[in-house]
């Protein structure tokens, strides 16, 4: 069982994952929305969620937006989604990307589908441990 003061981490990580989410949701359908915006808070989703999984675990948080490192972290804690597992293709926008003039675009379909995914088994994880 996680201390109060790691759930209540986890649970502000998990507050802010879906602010994430909840503006990549609004953003991302909005094709006049830059794709580095749409990608970071796809990144962003991601990386509180599994955060918020390490703090309920009481893991140290690692200062880092590398979702490789971060998805390798929580493997080692709770098996994840597949495509969280393998989310590393956004963590560009964490950083590099939203300042570079010639970005890559982004699949918005496919960057909503990891966020939700990542927030939804973050959530599953920190309120119910034992699933």
Same mark, same amino acid.
């Given at each position: 069982?996680? @201390? +109060?003061?790691?759930?209540?981490?986890?649970?502000?990580?998990?507050?802010?994952?879906?602010?994430?989410?909840?503006?990549?949701?609004?953003?991302?359908?909005?094709?006049?929305?830059?794709?580095?915006?749409?990608?970071?808070?796809?990144?962003? @989703?991601?990386?509180? &969620?599994?955060?918020?999984?390490?703090?309920?675990?009481?893991?140290?948080? +690692?200062?880092?937006?590398?979702?490789?490192?971060?998805?390798?972290?929580?493997?080692?804690?709770?098996?994840?989604?597949?495509?969280?597992?393998?989310? &590393?293709?956004?963590? +560009?926008?964490?950083?590099?990307?939203?300042?570079? @003039?010639?970005?890559?675009?982004?699949?918005?379909?496919?960057?909503?589908?990891?966020?939700?995914?990542?927030?939804?088994?973050?959530? &599953?994880?920190?309120?119910? +441990?034992?699933?």
């Amino acid at each position: 069982m996680p @201390t +109060p003061e790691h759930l209540e981490v986890a649970r502000l990580l998990l507050d802010k994952a879906a602010g994430d989410l909840s503006a990549l949701r609004v953003l991302a359908s909005d094709q006049a929305q830059a794709d580095h915006v749409i990608g970071f808070h796809a990144q962003q @989703t991601v990386e509180k &969620s599994i955060k918020a999984v390490l703090a309920s675990r009481e893991v140290e948080l +690692p200062m880092t937006h590398d979702l490789g490192y971060l998805a390798t972290l929580g493997a080692e804690l709770e098996p994840l989604p597949a495509d969280v597992a393998t989310s &590393s293709w956004l963590t +560009p926008w964490a950083g590099g990307w939203r300042y570079d @003039t010639e970005a890559s675009p982004v699949d918005r379909v496919l960057a909503v589908a990891v966020a939700e995914s990542a927030f939804d088994w973050g959530r &599953s994880r920190v309120e119910d +441990p034992q699933d």
